[in-house]
């Protein structure tokens, strides 16, 4: 079963960068940045999610994050499936943190369950049938709108969802134009997908 090892996030300044990432969630070696300047502009068509526990220990990611530079384009709040919002670290990376519970049960901690990259892809159905192609095993699938594959147990868990869809969830307009900004580390292969996600060898 191939899966994701980690992302590299594409940035100005990849020391300022790095301190973010260290400062607001403490990701480790999930998620590494390196220097880049190509042109982007808007939504880049993407997500990256933080899965907790509960309400409090979201609210704390997002406090850190916006602590440390972050603006808040989704504030945290109830909803039908849970307790989630968003924020925009400086480098321009949209992330989401979220929980399925609407109740403390405890106090808030820094643990996460689950990282998700979310692709906002044009063909949810064709982008899932290329994933599968590529030894990716289907975890759940939502009517072809949503597609969450299996992960290794420290990587990172990949998703599928419609471009609009996941600029909706995370609180922002789906327009954007230019590099996605982000190379997939993972063992599914060296390649690009039709929507130009670029995934590269995980020892990278």
Not at 44 to 58: E, M, Y
């Amino acid at each position: 079963m191939a899966g994701i090892e980690s992302v590299t996030l594409e940035v100005a300044d990849p020391t300022a960068a790095n301190a973010f990432y260290v400062a607001a969630f403490g990701l480790g070696d999930r998620v590494k940045v390196r220097a880049s300047e190509a042109p982007t502009t808007g939504f880049r068509g993407f997500t990256l999610s933080l899965v907790v526990s509960q309400p409090s220990t979201v609210d704390s990611f997002i406090s850190t994050a916006l602590d440390s530079g972050a603006t808040s384009p989704k504030p945290a709040k109830k909803s039908l499936w849970g307790y989630g919002g968003s924020v925009q670290a400086p480098d321009g990376t949209i992330w989401t943190v979220a929980t399925s519970s609407k109740k403390d049960t405890g106090p808030a901690t820094r643990e996460v369950d689950d990282v998700v990259l979310l692709l906002g892809v044009d063909d949810v159905k064709a982008s899932k049938r290329l994933y599968v192609e590529r030894d990716m095993s289907v975890a759940r699938s939502f009517l072809n709108r949503y597609v969450e594959f299996e992960s290794p147990a420290s990587g990172i868990t990949l998703a599928l969802n419609s471009r609009r869809s996941a600029a909706k969830n995370a609180g922002v307009s789906p327009e954007g134009a230019g590099s996605h900004r982000i190379v997939i580390n993972g063992d599914a292969g060296a390649f690009a997908d039709p929507d130009g996600f670029v995934w590269d060898a995980a020892s990278l």
